[in-house]
């Protein structure tokens, strides 16, 4: 147990559907981020949230949406994705500072399957 | 461009010593974690390295030299929970985490 909890753990869709993937973090911690990770490559930021206001998008199409309701809770809206959007979402929290990150604490991730 | 270079895969035997090695090219340098991620499960914190040395937690240590751009983490003792993957991942100047893609540690009896 992390301290933080993604839900669903496994999430299969086609192509035209909508779904939300969600996270919670029960650590007290002012910044969270979502993350794709793919078979054999490196973790890829997609979003940052620090004190709930976005404050990174790496390039992320708009197909995936994210959403910050409060320094909690976390969402990503998935709409339209492509197949090779399968992968690994996992969301972290960390206490950052100054602009400096502490420790990424992960959730579980949703696996993700687009048909 | 930044970059984080790690073996794809590693075989070791139960109860020995296996090091697991980590070279970066990055904008700057604020720290490498070293985090272990069980299949199917969450990554987990292991070690941060900011000055040169060595750092021993139980088991598990990790080095750093950040005049070569190079990192091992060397585990002790091999148990078979300890087949996992091992994630490098070092801060830039701007605190941005960059990844490695990982090394796959598989213990054999």
């Known amino acids: 147990e992390t301290g933080v909890t993604q839900t669903p753990r496994h999430l299969v869709m086609g192509m035209t559907n909508k779904k939300s993937l969600k996270c919670e973090q029960h650590l007290g911690h002012n910044a969270m981020y979502w993350y794709k990770q793919s078979a054999k490559k490196p973790l890829e930021l997609m979003f940052v949230?620090?004190?709930?206001?976005?404050?990174e998008n790496n390039s992320v199409p708009s197909r995936f949406s994210p959403e910050c309701p409060n320094s909690s809770h976390l969402f990503l809206h998935l709409h339209t994705l492509q197949p090779e959007d399968s992968a690994l979402y996992l969301c972290?929290?960390?206490?950052?500072?100054?602009?400096?990150?502490?420790?990424?604490?992960f959730g579980e991730g949703s696996r993700l399957t687009v048909l | 461009g930044q970059n984080i270079d790690q073996p794809t895969e590693m075989t070791a035997t139960e109860g020995a010593i296996v090091q697991i090695n980590c070279t970066y090219q990055?904008?700057?340098?604020?720290?490498l974690f070293w985090y272990q991620q069980h299949a199917g499960e969450a990554p987990t914190f292991l070690s941060y390295n900011v000055l040169d040395g060595l750092e021993e937690k139980g088991r598990f240590s990790s080095f750093l030299s950040r005049s070569k751009g190079y990192s091992y983490l060397l585990l002790k003792e091999l148990q078979m929970k300890d087949s996992a993957s091992y994630l490098c991942?070092?801060?830039?100047?701007?605190?941005?985490?960059?990844w490695g893609a990982g090394t796959k540690l598989i213990i054999k009896p």
């Open positions: 949230y620090n004190f709930k206001e976005q404050t």
């Open positions: 990055t904008s700057g340098f604020n720290g």
């Open positions: 991942a070092v801060k830039d100047s701007n605190y941005q985490l960059i």
């Open positions: 972290a929290s960390s206490q950052r500072d100054r602009g400096e990150s502490g420790e990424l604490f």
